[in-house]
Each structure stands twice: as C-alpha cells, then as structure tokens.
C-alpha cells in the first residue's frame, strides 16, 4: 500500500498586510518546520496554505510518493478522503486551512452565499472565479482583534451622535430613521441600518475624505491634549487612517463589531458578514473558494454595491460573535469547533507534559494535523516510516487512519486538526 499519511511542505503568501520577518507566527513555524529555509527580515509573511488550493497546492514530503502535491495525490486516490466526504464534494477535500499574521487591516469584506455566489461568477468571472459559498473560522493563537457583524443599535447611535463627521456622511435624514428605530421591529431597524451602511459606503469620494480628515485631525489634537477619546473609537481610528489614509472603511469601525479573541477563541463567519480582521495570529478554516466581496481598508477590486445588497443588517453585540469550542466527550484533551456548515470543522488538540503517548484517532474524514508547541515522534500503520513531528510540521491523515504520538517534550503538545464532520 501507498503511505496514506504523510508530512507536507506548505505555501507561504507575502501579501502586504502580513507581519513582518520573525514577528510572524506564518514565519516562526515555517522556520522550525524546515531548517532549511531563511526567513528574509524584511519580507511579510501573511498566510499559510495547508490544502490542495491550486494557488497553494501543499508538496508531499516523502519521497517513496509518486505524486508531487497533495491535490495530485487525492485526484489519484479520492477514497482517502472518507466515503461521505468525497461523495458530498465530488471528490475533492472542501476545505482549505491556513495560520495568517495580521500586522495591518485586511480589506472590510463578506462572503457571498451558495446562490449569490453562482450568480456573481456567472456575471463577473473575472471579479468572482467560483461559484461556492465561503463561511469561515478564526482561531487565535495570539491575541487576535477583528471587526465581526453590526453593532447593536445603541452603540451606532451614540456614535452617530459623538461623530458629527459620520453624521454628516450619512445626512440627517437617515440618521434619525436609524436613531427612532425600536427594538420591537427588527426588520425596521436592518432597514434603517441598511439604509445608513449604504450611504456611508456610497458618499462621493471629496466629501468622505475631507470629512475623514477633520475627523483625524479633531481626534488627533484631542488625544494630544489627553482627552478620552473612546467615544469615537479614537485609538483605531488614527491606527486605520495611518495603514490605509483617505480609506471609506476607516469609518465602518462606527458601524462592525470589534471582537478580542484570546488564543483557543474563536469567531464564526458566515455568509454575508461584513468583517475585517485588525491585528493578530490566528488559524483559520474556510470552505475552497475565492470570492470575496469587498468595499474598503484595500487597494483591491471594490464592488460597494454589491456588498451593500448582500450584508446581513442584524444587530448583535460583539460577545455574541465568540464561537464556542466543545470539549469532547470521548477525549478530554479535545475541544471541537464545529460551525453551522458542513464544509469544516477544527480541533484544538492539547496533550498535557504527563502524557507520554497519545493516539490521534482515526476519523471518517481526510484532516490536516499543524504542531503549534511541542515535539513528539509520529508512528501510524499508514505512514512508510516515523515522522518526527515539533513545532510547524504539518500532516496529511487520510480518513480511517490513526497516529500514535510518542511525545519527547517537558510543556506537551498544541495541535490543530481540520477535517470535515458530515
């Protein structure tokens, strides 16, 4: 038989938003992963890609392999990725896991459904390259800031109210509609908020900038003077204005929910939720797919209309977008992220030092295992030989195979593990 779990070599992404040199956690594991490659001090290192993405295809690391990539090698071999998975998704692993070392903002963005999806693809290819659905999920690993849903309804008011500069973007008119809105009609208040979202996001560029430059200026000299700025989220705004100047999404920060992730918490995307991740190292799991929707902190392709139609206007307060992990019942060093969708799903994996062997066990699932912490030798029936497993290693398990774990550090091991639960 060929091996059916092996160790990859995985993508690296420069993008400009990364951190920098060993300030990344993408570098610090690619680094202990291999030896052999050098981190360039000057160079961001934004993103992991550990899958089959054909922008990112993971290379096999053994040689006895035929296949040079893990994309490759399920096209040959389809069964590894468990019979309900390769028949859910004809034959190809859903879900693409990455680690991303956010130093400044990405682009305010959300995800179009399956349906928008299929429309937006057909009508710009070129913008949209796929027609699937793209829920996401952020694990921090350090502590980890984002922008995550609509605020509640209170909380844009009283900015509406501190911020004459937002308010004079979104005019009079639809501010009071917003601030008359009650909490007993739900859909008249996502249609205030809709309507005040849009005219933000859709003010004549002069207008904007100028207003976003009194606003910078009145909140610099403010801050200058020692005053409380909270009130108009002061500290964040001068941060956004300073990575991405003259930028309409500095002003969304009155509108998002900013979200604090500790490391091992998480937050849930799902379709059409505007979001932007700040600042922070985090693993994320997504369904395989490139379309992004997206209106500001960007030098990207920006399509504001469609993402003002697409949005979900539900209020919410920021705790509620925490996702929680379930320990599992049959293994208490597990804890499950298991998300609304059936594309993926993670494990967190925490082996304590009295722990000298532990058994990955076997799943109905194709996974990908990544060491964060810890050392430990790696011996499977489906592996050609031992794998010496420590921080940044990363595997692929075919479905129904296990690996023992003889571990060999004083701290114990953190893993995550990504697979799909059908």
């Not at 082996?351 to 060491?371: E, F, G, T």
């Amino acid at each position: 038989f060929p091996p059916a779990v092996f160790p990859l070599s995985c993508v690296v992404q420069n993008y400009s938003w990364g951190k920098v040199g060993l300030e990344s956690e993408v570098a610090k594991l690619v680094a202990s992963g291999d030896p052999q490659v050098q981190i360039q001090p000057d160079q961001p290192y934004a993103e992991l890609w550990m899958g089959t993405h054909p922008r990112g295809d993971a290379l096999i690391r053994d040689n006895r392999i035929p296949q040079k990539t893990l994309g490759q090698w399920i096209a040959d071999n389809p069964a590894c990725l468990g019979a309900k998975v390769k028949d859910a998704f004809q034959g190809h692993l859903p879900f693409l896991f990455k680690v991303l070392s956010v130093n400044t903002a990405l682009s305010v963005q959300a995800h179009p459904n399956k349906e928008l999806a299929a429309k937006l693809h057909a009508q710009f290819p070129e913008h949209y390259p796929d027609a699937n659905h793209k829920p996401e999920m952020a694990i921090a690993l350090t502590p980890f800031e984002g922008m995550c849903g609509f605020r509640p309804v209170e909380e844009i008011v009283s900015f509406l109210q501190n911020v004459p500069e937002l308010r004079a973007l979104i005019g009079e008119v639809a501010a009071e509609q917003l601030e008359r809105s009650g909490s007993d009609d739900p859909r008249g208040v996502s249609a205030a908020l809709r309507v005040c979202f849009t005219r933000l996001m859709k003010s004549e560029k002069k207008f904007f900038v100028d207003q976003l430059n009194m606003l910078v200026k009145r909140i610099s000299q403010e801050a200058a003077e020692g005053k409380d700025t909270s009130g108009s989220s002061g500290d964040l705004l001068l941060r956004l204005h300073s990575q991405y100047p003259g930028d309409i999404g500095c002003f969304t920060i009155y509108f998002l929910n900013v979200v604090r992730l500790e490391p091992g918490e998480a937050m849930f995307l799902g379709a059409n939720e505007p979001h932007a991740y700040l600042h922070g190292d985090c693993v994320e799991i997504m369904a395989c797919s490139d379309n992004t929707v997206r209106a500001g902190l960007t030098p990207k392709f920006i399509d504001v209309l469609t993402l003002c139609e697409m949005l979900n206007y539900t209020p919410a307060p920021s705790s509620s977008k925490i996702f929680p992990a379930a320990q599992s019942q049959l293994d208490p060093h597990v804890y499950l992220y298991d998300p609304p969708v059936p594309d993926f799903s993670i494990l967190r994996i925490e082996i304590p030092a009295s722990i000298k062997l532990y058994l990955v066990s076997a799943m109905d699932s194709a996974s990908i295992l990544l060491v964060i912490q810890g050392t430990a030798v790696g011996t499977s029936t489906a592996a050609a030989s031992e794998m010496s497993l420590h921080r940044g290693s990363v595997l692929f398990i075919s479905a129904n195979e296990s690996i023992s774990l003889h571990l060999s550090s004083p701290d114990g091991m953190l893993l995550f593990r990504a697979c799909c639960l059908l």
